[in-house]
């Protein structure tokens, strides 16, 4: 502009660097260093490398555990079921910081929300409701329905499964010391992963589509040929229910007990020390873990049952899905009209079929 105002340079044409960093706002200095790779590269018969167009994005340090995602969706049950309120990305902050001491920001409990399964969707009044994914929801009842029958009129013994692993370096990560005593060391590295795998035992509405979907060839897994050959009856745990697993809860047992005594021990011993600790629980800790179960099974019973009448999810269009993701559209207004359910089917693969 000043040139065109004055019909000369500012800067003479022949001080090309000092010309470059005028025109773009940067320094001379990183002018010049651009200049100088050029050369070489020029020289060399190579190209300039240039920063590449993915940035590494930080990952989530708020973690939430096995136990607290069964308290978040939990939670979000009993805004409907008890309290008769819609429940908010800031309503459960508040409540998950009260009772559990979350620590993450509304981002990142939105992200742990989307993830156990629940999307923001429109009713028909065109506002705004969390519900779950319908697969996920049927799948619940489903497995409740095949307990609760279990309970009533077959009786046969409950057997619950699943897999964790501990690394041979888990040891506890706080213990008394004072200014003298180091305490104990923790490894710099986790070392070998071993995985663990056991068993405990003890003596709708989102269903229609599910009955839809046995038109199309179930899958067979591996597993479930194996069990079933020796007469054992196979009922799956829906996705992020681990509250409705007893295992779950012996598994942090056994790892604080292998923690109290992994003190500078070898690899080869870790297998020793898992089935120690294993050994060390009490008949009557499982029996408690049972019990607790059973109480969250009927609190999902009720609350099911609660849900499957006063709210309805309608999709418009295959792109509304992007649109209803946004955090903002999650906001804390009070809704005053919500219409009754309807269900939209949503389908995954949990697992390799044979």
């Known amino acids: 502009m000043k040139e065109k105002q004055s ?26 260093r651009i200049t100088n790779e050029g050369k070489l590269a020029e020289e060399s018969s190579s190209k300039i490398v240039t920063p590449g167009k993915k940035r590494k994005t930080r990952k989530d340090k708020i ?16 805004f409907y079921s008890c309290k008769k309120e819609i429940p908010t990305v800031n309503k459960l902050l508040r409540l998950l910081k009260e009772e559990i001491g979350f620590t ?8 742990h929300i989307k993830k ?19 697969d996920i929801t049927a ?41 003298d005593e180091d305490g104990v060391l ?19 509405r989102p269903q229609l589509l599910e009955i839809v979907n046995r038109y199309k060839p179930e899958p067979v897994y591996a597993v479930d040929a194996i ?15 681990c509250d409705l697993n007893p295992i779950e809860m012996i598994w942090a047992s056994m790892k604080r007990k292998v923690a109290e005594v992994n003190i500078g021990k070898p690899a080869n011993q870790m297998p020793e020390m898992v089935q120690e600790a294993f ?37 418009c269009s295959e792109s509304e899905e992007s649109s209803d993701e946004d955090s903002q559209d999650e906001s804390d207004e009070e809704f005053n009209s919500i219409e009754p359910l309807a269900i939209v089917h949503a389908e995954h693969n949990y697992s390799k079929k044979i």
């Open 139 to 179: 799948w619940r009842a489903l497995y409740l329905q095949t307990i609760k029958r279990n309970d009533e009129t077959e009786k046969l013994p409950v057997v619950y499964l699943d897999e964790t692993y501990i690394h041979s370096g888990h040891t506890a990560g706080k213990c008394w010391q004072d200014d």
């Open 116 to 134: 156990i399964g629940f999307r923001y969707k429109k009713t028909k009044s065109n506002r705004k409701v969390l519900m779950e994914l319908n």
């Open 7 to 32: 019909s000369a340079p500012v800067i003479p044409f022949e001080r090309v660097n000092e010309r470059v960093a005028a025109a773009t706002g940067i320094s001379l200095r990183t002018v010049a």
């Open 227 to 241: 069990l079933k050959g020796l007469g054992h009856k196979i009922s799956r745990l829906p996705p992020y229910h």
């Open 279 to 315: 050994n060390s629980i009490p008949v009557e800790e499982w029996r408690n873990h049972c019990a607790h179960v059973k109480k969250h099974e009927e609190e999902y019973r009720s609350k099911d049952g609660y849900l499957d009448a006063p709210f309805i999810v309608e999709l």
């Open 186 to 204: 923790k490894p710099v590295s986790k070392g070998q992963r071993f995985i663990i795998v056991h068993a405990g035992e003890e003596y709708t």
């Open 104 to 111: 993450g920001s509304r981002e990142i409990l939105r992200q």
């Open 63 to 78: 973690v939430m555990d096995n136990f607290d995602i069964g308290v978040l969706r939990r939670k979000i049950h009993e």
